[in-house]
């Protein structure tokens, strides 16, 4: 075994992913697959997860598949206990599942505020529960890490996305709490909070209202990436898919209750905006859009405020 394989100490060990037939959950799935974890994947597109378990069975993976909504009890009981029956042991759980829509809130209504807690935070409840009871026999001895992808939203302000927000900064909240109860149980519970990665979760977001994916491949994309980001580009699966096997694997093993931002800086910059060849002001400076969006768009606006 190499250095790098003995830090990371993830081979024999087994991974239940829920959401981990497409987006970001697939690419957590791929990258610990990669690392010789066994895998147990929950999704509702049945296509998309034949496609994820094709790739890694073809890869040399162990992978169990089960179809169904992740919000149910039913499908929640049916993914731990095939996981269970293969494996008879849980190392690793990635609680993935989660959306939203745009949506001022004073339009928003009973049903949307139940879709949004159903989706984002009340099944992920039951799955922690469940994992834990799978985990508790081996963890205090080998160690096990609960991982909870939540968003940059969960700690900023998110306007005509509040109730997500909301939601998965009560994720946040609970991934502590339950860090400081699990960790003599050697569960160790963390997240990972991305800003726009482009998935197709957020190609529907954007289709919905007739715009383009946020921070897409097109000029205004890569203007809106240039100035709020400071690294200058969108998130990509592998950048969150390293965040996810860094918190599974032992080379984090003393960390827990805590939130890892793969980012490229966008909650640390905070307001600042990144301006071409203007450089850090919280307000476009003279010129600073010109070559960007033409000599109009490129007339200085009043600033709202200045740094403080
Ligand atoms: N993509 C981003 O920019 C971004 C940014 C911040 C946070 N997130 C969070 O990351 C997570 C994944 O988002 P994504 O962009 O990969 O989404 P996605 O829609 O591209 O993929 C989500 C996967 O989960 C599955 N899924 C969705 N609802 C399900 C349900 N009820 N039961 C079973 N499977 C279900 C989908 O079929 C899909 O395979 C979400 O929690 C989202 O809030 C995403």
Redesign the pocket.
Known sequence: MSYLEQRLGLRGKVALI??????????IAYELAAADVALTL????EE??QE?VTRIEADGGQVVAV??????SE?LTRTFAASSARYGRLDILA??????FRQPFVQSDDRAWQTLM???FL?LLESTQRAVEQMTPTAAAAGASIIN?????AHRAAPNFAV?AAM?AAVTSLTRSLALEFAPLGIRVNT?????????????ISRARGAEP?LADSPSGRLTARVGVPMGR??T?QD?GGCALFLAADLSRFVTGMSLHPDGGALASSGWFNWPDAGYANFPPAGALRGYLGEEAATPQPPHSTAG
Not at 42 to 45: A, G, I, S, Y
């Open positions: 829920v959401g981990g037939g497409g987006g970001l959950g697939r690419a929950c999704d509702r597109d998309g997860l994820t179809a169904g909504d992740a919000r149910t499908t609680n993935v599942v989660g959306g939203t159903r989706t984002n099944w992808v939540t968003s940059i939203e997500y998965k990972i909070a991305p800003d726009v990665v482009p998935t197709e979760g957020m190609a529907r946020p969108a998130g699966y969150v």
